[in-house]
Structures are given as C-alpha cells and as structure tokens.
C-alpha cells in the first residue's frame, strides 16, 4: 500500500471514531426552529426542499407563505396538490409594490391568525413560516408575540422561517441557523426570473 493511500486510510479511520462519537452524543429528539436568512437567492427553496423531505417520511407539513401573493410558483402549485401539505398564499405582494402600511399590516395580522392555528395544531410536524423576518422587521407583527408563539408550539413540531435580516433575538432562539450569502445574480446581469428556478 503507498504511503498516500495509508495517510488516506488512517486519516479517515480518525475522522470517522470522532463523527460516531458525535452523532451518538446527539440522543435528544425534538422538534427545532430553523432560520434560513440572508440576501442570496435560496432561502425559500431550502425550505421547500425540507418541505420535500418531510412528505417522503409521511409527514404533514403547513405553509404560511407572508408577503408574496404569486399563486402560479412551481412550489405552490406542485406543493398544494400534495396530500398531507396545507399551503396558504398569505400576501398582497411585496411592499414596493402595495405601497400600502396600513393594508400590509392587516394582511399580515390575518397570516398570522392562520400561521398561529398551524403552530398550535400538534398534527403539522413541519411548518414553514416563509418570508416571516419582514413583517417582523417592518414592525407588522409584535415580536415577542411571534418568538413566544413559536417557542410553545407542541414539542415535536419542527418549524422554518424565511427571510432577509433575521433579528437576534430570532438568530438566539432558533436551533439551526443559515445565511444565504448573495455572490452573484442573474438579475443584475438582466435576466429575468425563469420558470423552474425562480418561478
């Protein structure tokens, strides 16, 4: 055996007697709260892949979609004809295109009256809140209201939120945390949203 394949093999042979000793420690099973945010493009497609993952396990999954009021996405309509999926288009649209406080708030305390229902029913054993950092950033929804709505959900029920500039204190609650860093966009090249990957 060449000395490159032998450093391989006990290289890996290390790797692997740490990995197994940390995925035995992880022996506690509950629901988390995971926070996608950031400005790169993924965000809601990661959650929807979980969404994905969910269903091949059998689960049922509730999608609270805030702000965007596109019904004719790929994920939506592929999505809400899946059994076991409950998916609520709960926007007017982006708020540049409202121009509207008063009715993106209203709208907004509607969502969240069906987002709620969904974080209190113990059968949903995924919920996605996408695109919900905004209302919070905007000051449409009570902070506190929201983390300590979402902190007594039932305890095996995992949760997703969405969105740019996620606030610390959501950042501090949730288990797992990403940020989708934006390096570079077809848009600013001057390409239009496509089907199948922005649609």
């Known amino acids: 055996m060449s000395d490159d394949i032998h450093n391989h093999k006990t290289r890996m042979a290390r790797k692997k007697t740490l990995i197994d000793a940390t995925i035995a420690r992880a022996n506690t099973e509950r629901g988390l709260l995971l926070v996608l945010t950031g400005n790169g493009k993924g965000k809601s497609s990661s959650a929807f892949g979980m969404v994905a993952r969910a269903l091949g396990h059998g689960m049922k999954v509730g ?49 969240w009256a069906a987002a709620q229902r969904m974080l209190t029913d113990a059968s949903f054993d995924l919920v996605v809140l996408d695109e919900l950092t ?64 922005d649609l």
């Open 63 to 111: 999608v609270a979609q805030f702000i965007k009021s596109r019904t004719d996405t790929g994920e939506e309509g592929f999505f809400s004809r899946q059994p076991g999926v409950e998916w609520q288009v709960l926007g007017d649209g982006f708020t540049w295109d409202t121009q509207d406080r008063e009715g993106d708030i209203a709208t907004a305390r509607r969502g």
């Open 134 to 197: 905004y209302l919070l950033n905007y000051g449409y929804l009570d902070s506190a209201e929201v983390l300590r709505a979402i902190a007594a959900r039932p305890v095996m029920q995992h949760v997703v939120v969405t969105g740019r500039a996620a606030s610390s204190a959501l950042i501090e609650m949730a288990d797992t945390v990403s940020e989708i860093v934006d390096e570079k966009h077809a848009y600013r090249a001057g390409v239009k949203a496509q089907k199948g990957v």
